[in-house]
């Protein structure tokens, strides 16, 4: 059980083009779903945590024009690169925990973002 | 501040047993999580602790003492496989994951 899928795995695009990244919770609703980043031999960095039908919060340091989240249902959420650049090339992992706030995060397998 | 501390990197042979340790000071407590991240791929989880003591799962077990701020992961009969970054994390009051930057685990034959 618990099984959160993630997609796409890898992205090369251009410079300026936005990129969306699909988080699933497959066997279990998600209230709350987390978006990381992730950058080479360096720790998990949480962008935001999104709970659904409603806004996602931002880490601070982190623009929400530039990464827009989605949180449409219970099983579903989305990261949005807007107008991505090669700084935002990333190694991007989202998670999702089942009802109730001590249970743990489940990871996707991660989106590779590169842009060129 | 929130601070989580692990060791950097650990080196073990295959077939013994290693313990990595992580201490923590976090405002208020809600349970300590590991998890297992083996390079270029998502976290795993591998244990949760809120109460006192051990807790075994198979080959992999987790210790925690909320009064010394401390938590042990210990893997025994350690195989090549076993060789990946383990990530301690603390759910604060608040219910937010405070993460520590992981311990690079090298399993050697």
């Known amino acids: 059980g618990a099984v959160v899928s993630q997609h796409p795995s890898w992205v090369i695009c251009k410079s300026g083009t936005s990129v969306k990244i699909e988080c699933r919770s497959l066997?279990?609703?998600?209230?709350?779903m987390f978006w990381y980043r992730q950058f080479p031999k360096q720790s998990l960095m949480l962008m935001a945590t999104?709970?659904?039908?409603?806004?996602?919060?931002?880490e601070q340091g982190v623009e929400k024009d530039k990464f827009l989240i989605n949180h449409a249902s219970l099983t579903l959420s989305t990261l949005t690169v807007t107008s991505a650049h090669p700084e935002d090339s990333s190694f991007y992992i989202c998670?999702?925990?089942?009802?109730?706030?001590?249970?743990?995060?489940?990871f996707g397998d991660g989106t590779r973002l590169s842009i060129l | 501040g929130q601070n989580i501390d692990q060791p950097t990197e650990m080196t073990a042979t295959e077939g013994a047993i290693v313990q990595i340790n992580c201490t923590y000071q976090?405002?208020?407590?809600?349970?300590l999580f590991w998890y297992q991240q083996h390079a270029g791929e998502a976290p795993t989880f591998l244990s949760y602790?809120?109460l006192d003591g051990l807790e075994e799962k198979g080959r992999f077990s987790s210790f925690l003492s909320r009064s010394k701020g401390y938590s042990y992961l210990l893997l025994k009969e350690l195989q090549m496989k076993d060789s990946a970054s383990y990530l301690c994390?603390?759910?604060?009051?608040?219910?937010?994951?405070?993460w520590g930057a992981g311990t690079k685990l090298i399993i050697k034959p």
């Open positions: 998670s999702a925990r089942d009802r109730g706030e001590s249970q743990p995060q489940h």
């Open positions: 066997d279990f609703q998600a209230t709350t």
């Open positions: 999104s709970n659904e039908g409603s806004k996602a919060t931002y």
């Open positions: 976090t405002s208020g407590f809600n349970g």
């Open positions: 602790n809120v």
């Open positions: 994390a603390v759910m604060d009051s608040n219910y937010q994951l405070i």
